[in-house]
């Protein structure tokens, strides 16, 4: 299985300032044939279910503000929130679609300082 | 527009059994492959069962050989059969619909959830 490890386990960052959550596989989710990494990331807010909102790693889902970004490649991953707003307030996912299972980081949850 | 809905989920005992439905609206099942995720009390995100569009299944070991998925082509809806029901399946029961029709994607949209409580 991958393992997937997400650190930190919770930030908590100023309004307008950028927040950093990293997700590191136990293997490589690129797929050399496509050169696409299978790896999204998700927030979910409290009470509510999962919003996809990156997928092959960098790509932004349609409707997701553009503050949020992801980038890296292999089994070493970022998830950027450029300039945090109340609203980003959640926990935050990061999932290997490469194999099954398909299996999910442990959440890092964002908080307002 | 895309719409999930969930229903079955209760309290049950151990041993017991439960059959979740998702009703999907706004896109045909058969197109897309489709999982169930869990989550437990103040717990993360675990992968349970994918069907993809062409019906191969997928289940993760912990569920394997208890829960089955199915889906109902002309009711466009998603089952999960829940058998032999434990304490540590106590969670809160997604479905999802993948950006694909493989298993190997990620859900662009989600159920709000049925809550599963396993206990005597």
Redo the contacts between chains.
């Keep these: 299985d991958i393992v997937m490890t997400q650190s930190p386990d919770s930030l908590a960052v100023s309004l307008g300032e950028r927040a950093t959550i990293n997700c590191k596989s136990s293997q490589s989710v690129l797929y050399t044939s496509n050169n696409k990494n299978?790896l999204?990331w998700?927030q979910?807010k409290p009470g509510?279910?999962?919003?996809?909102l990156i997928?092959w790693a960098s790509t932004r889902?349609s409707g997701v503000p553009d503050r949020f970004s992801g980038s890296g490649s292999g089994t070493d991953f970022t998830l950027t929130i450029s300039s945090l707003q109340a609203e980003d307030v959640a926990v935050y996912?990061c999932?290997q679609?490469?194999?099954?299972?398909?299996?999910?980081?442990?959440?890092t949850k964002v908080e307002i300082k | 527009e895309v719409h999930l809905l969930e229903s079955g989920g209760g309290l049950v005992q151990p041993g017991g059994s439960l059959r979740l439905s998702c009703a999907a609206s706004g896109f045909s099942i058969t197109m897309y492959a489709m999982s169930w995720v869990r989550q437990a009390p103040g717990k993360g995100l675990e992968w349970v069962s994918t069907i993809s569009s062409s019906g191969s299944i997928y289940y993760a070991e912990s569920v394997k050989g208890r829960f089955t998925i199915s889906r109902d082509n002309s009711k466009n809806t998603l089952y999960l059969e829940m058998n032999s029901l434990r304490a540590e399946d106590t969670a809160v029961y997604y479905c999802a619909k993948h950006t694909g029709d493989s298993v190997l994607g990620g859900g662009d949209y989600w159920g709000q959830g049925t809550r599963v409580t396993v206990s005597s």
């Excluded at chain 1, 509510?48 to 996809?52: C, D």
């Excluded at chain 1, 679609?97 to 959440?107: R, V």
């Design positions: 299978y999204t998700y979910q509510q279910p999962p919003k996809l997928y889902e996912y999932q679609y490469y194999n099954t299972p398909l299996t999910f980081g442990q959440g």
